[in-house]
């Protein structure tokens, strides 16, 4: 299993990093690491994250179609920055889908950590879809999802996962830096 998970960490580091660069490779790389993830999640009843990564899987060609716009470039997404409302709307969506999501698994599965799992899922999400439409946000809350996911992670005993997570973390902080000074803000 940690050669799987070994292979899937190295995907998710390059597909993160070509993030932060706004590289559209980004998207199909992220797709396969998902997936790989959503296997891997299963066998150790991370069921939350599980279907995380059911839902990244759609969001990756989201994020594909939102960056790359076939046919018209002048179309695709630029860096922005969410309204407060939107960004209230999102942050409250979290929260909601966190509680719902719990307290299922926590009634109707064996998950290992069903409210952890369920609220590091609620707003992954949340940070994913801003991710694909550019919203410089996505970073800092990023920044605060990955760091608790280390420490599931290494509650799991996912070594390489949590090593991972941790890399993740250090990119989010360049990512925000990078997209904060990216010239479509300053317009």
């Not at 994250?49 to 470039?73: I, K, S």
């Not at 369920?118 to 694909?132: D, I, K, P």
């Amino acid at each position: 299993m940690s050669g799987l998970e070994l292979i899937a960490a190295v995907l998710g580091v390059t597909a993160v990093w070509l993030t932060v660069k706004q590289n559209a490779w980004c998207w199909p790389i992220g797709l396969v690491m998902v997936l790989i993830y959503g296997w891997l999640f299963y066998e150790v009843k991370l069921y939350s994250g599980m279907l995380l990564q059911l839902a990244y899987a759609a969001l990756q060609l989201y994020g594909w179609w939102q960056w790359t716009r076939p046919g018209r470039v002048e179309d695709a997404r630029h860096v922005s920055r969410l309204q407060t409302p939107a960004l209230a709307a999102g942050l409250v969506g979290g929260l909601l889908i966190s509680v719902a999501l719990g307290a299922a698994m926590a009634n109707w599965t064996d998950a290992a950590l069903p409210w952890l799992d369920a609220t590091l899922t609620g707003f992954s999400l949340v940070a994913q879809l801003w991710m694909a439409q550019k919203r410089v946000q996505c970073w800092p809350l990023w920044m605060v999802v990955d760091v608790v996911y280390v420490g599931q992670y290494l509650h799991q005993q996912l070594y390489f996962t949590a090593g991972f997570f941790a890399v993740l973390t250090l990119i989010a902080v360049r990512g925000w830096l990078e997209w904060r000074r990216d010239p479509a803000l300053q317009a």
